[in-house]
């Protein structure tokens, strides 16, 4: 059975690089009914907080990102690594190693200065017919893993094809560290071993780890899983993705006002692609989804893009489920919900013109304030002599009017003619001294949408 695992150290949020990685390897599980397993890499005492781990949490399920098994946590399992690297050093696959920081330190330098690659010499590994030091007493030793010097270690990598690495350009890497916590390489391996894993889709910083995991794997006699590494994701400038371009956690898209479903369908395509297929769900791509379809060169974040899709979803979305939405939106910023404009009404009209639920959020605000404010600037360009006149006949007409779009758009219509004018000249100061914006959905629905009271007191009071 395919059995896939997403592994984030808690040392800080899920960000859309890890949620990437986490979609591809969920989606690989389900594609092959398989099972995919959370496993939560929190060795790293020092940097892991609780916090980072809740953030990873609910970021996997803000997306919808299921797992089968799990989370798991190293840190529960430290018993089950030493066990491992007992049966090690039993096999001589691994040895205590006595040198210290500070020599270790003297020992790159020596050789940097002779233009080698900076590395443990192997002082401390036991060889056929050498004779090791007396350790000393006043050192705890740490646990280096015997790497083979010999041959190469090589994959074939999902992405990035034939991977080999001469054996001979790998040191010895600590498993254990002075104070007996085992290290990241090794508890990986341990864990991919136990929990069955069968393919291991990570992003390609990890490239460099891999030959070393899987020659401890080797000398567990265990089975190496595939391997398959994702290349970067750059931001829209082209550069690394980093906190500068937005969104530091998964979650902040969340704040953002975008969808989940929108999020996942433009990760999809960071670096897969089915044909043309821009936008599907997520059981459509767990049905298209391969290894093979992913391109071993960088993808470039593209914000505009992102938007569009959320705009897309936002169009699919039952107004129910926008108003659920956007509602604690409006809550969070002091806005109460009246009874009078209905919010459903405000929510149908505007949610084809928008890219966001914030964006949705800021068109229904101004339906709920006693008061808006409109700039000065556009009171100056739009309450004008010419336009003050057609302003009162359609306030007199509105006294009477059925408050609806059609009859108070027909009353637009036919005060404008009356006047001789163009449309926009009473559409835009409507809009203007209604929300405060220039750009609005049809002038009619929006004015339909005003209580009638406080349509005319508006008006009254832009006349006075």
């Known amino acids: 059975m395919i059995r896939t695992r997403f592994a984030p150290s808690p040392t800080g949020y899920l960000h859309i690089g890890g949620a990437r990685t986490a979609l591809f390897s969920w989606a690989y599980a389900r594609h092959h009914h398989g099972k995919f397993i959370l496993r939560v890499e929190d060795t790293d005492v020092a940097r892991s907080t609780p916090e980072a781990v809740q953030a990873i949490l609910d970021g996997m399920r803000w997306l919808g990102l299921d797992w089968d098994e799990g989370p798991f946590y190293q840190m529960q399992r430290m018993d089950r690594y030493k066990e491992v690297i007992q049966q090690m050093l039993d096999a001589g696959n691994a040895y205590y190693c006595y040198t210290t ?20 010499d192997g002082h401390w590994r036991p060889e056929a017919g050498k004779t090791l030091p007396t ?9 280096r893993f015997r790497n083979p010097t010999t041959g190469v270690v090589a994959w074939d990598d999902r992405v990035k094809g034939r991977i080999e690495i001469a054996n001979a350009e790998l040191d010895d890497l600590i498993i254990a560290r002075a104070d007996g916590t085992p290290t990241y390489n090794f508890c990986v391996v341990v864990d991919d071993w136990d929990m069955g894993i069968t393919q291991v889709i990570r992003g390609d910083d990890h490239v460099n780890n891999t030959p070393r995991q899987i020659n401890i794997l080797k000398a567990l006699g265990a089975t190496p899983p595939q391997y398959a590494h994702l290349s970067m994701i750059l931001g829209d400038d082209g550069q690394k993705l980093s906190k500068r371009h937005g969104a530091v956690s998964v979650m902040q898209y969340d704040e953002d006002g975008y969808l ?14 089915h044909g043309d297929e821009e936008v599907f769900s997520m059981a459509q791509f767990c049905e298209w989804f391969e290894l093979d379809h992913i391109t071993p ?7 505009e893009k992102l938007n569009w899709l959320n705009a897309h979803y936002l169009r699919q979305t039952d107004p129910e489920r926008l108003e659920a939405l956007v509602r604690p939106r409006l809550e ?18 505007y949610k084809e013109r928008v890219a966001t639920l914030n964006e949705l959020a800021d068109a229904a605000e101004v339906f709920y304030l006693n008061e808006v404010h409109p700039a000065a600037e556009l009171l100056a360009q739009h ?10 006949d359609f306030l007199a007409g509105a006294r009477e009017v059925a408050w609806e779009a059609p009859a108070i758009g027909a009353l637009i219509k036919a005060t404008v003619a009356k006047h001789g004018l163009k449309m926009p000249k009473l559409a ?9 914006q220039t750009q609005t959905p049809s002038v009619d629905a929006v004015v339909a949408l005003v209580p009638r009271e406080t349509v005319i007191a508006r008006l009254e009071k832009a006349l006075a």
């Open 135 to 143: 350790p000393p007493a006043d050192v705890k030793p740490v646990v």
């Open 428 to 436: 835009m100061p409507l809009r203007v001294l209604l929300t405060g």
């Open 101 to 120: 920081p500070a020599e270790l330190d003297k020992m790159r330098e020596k050789q940097r200065a002779l233009g080698l690659k900076p590395r443990y």
């Open 332 to 349: 969070a910023r002091g806005v109460t919900i009246a009874a009078e404009p209905a919010f459903g009404a405000i929510i149908a009209l």
């Open 260 to 273: 989940p479903e929108a999020v996942l369908n433009y990760l999809a395509r960071l670096g897969w692609s």
């Open 297 to 303: 060169s960088a993808a470039q974040f593209n914000t």
């Open 383 to 392: 309450l004008t002599a010419e336009t003050l006149p057609v302003l009162a």
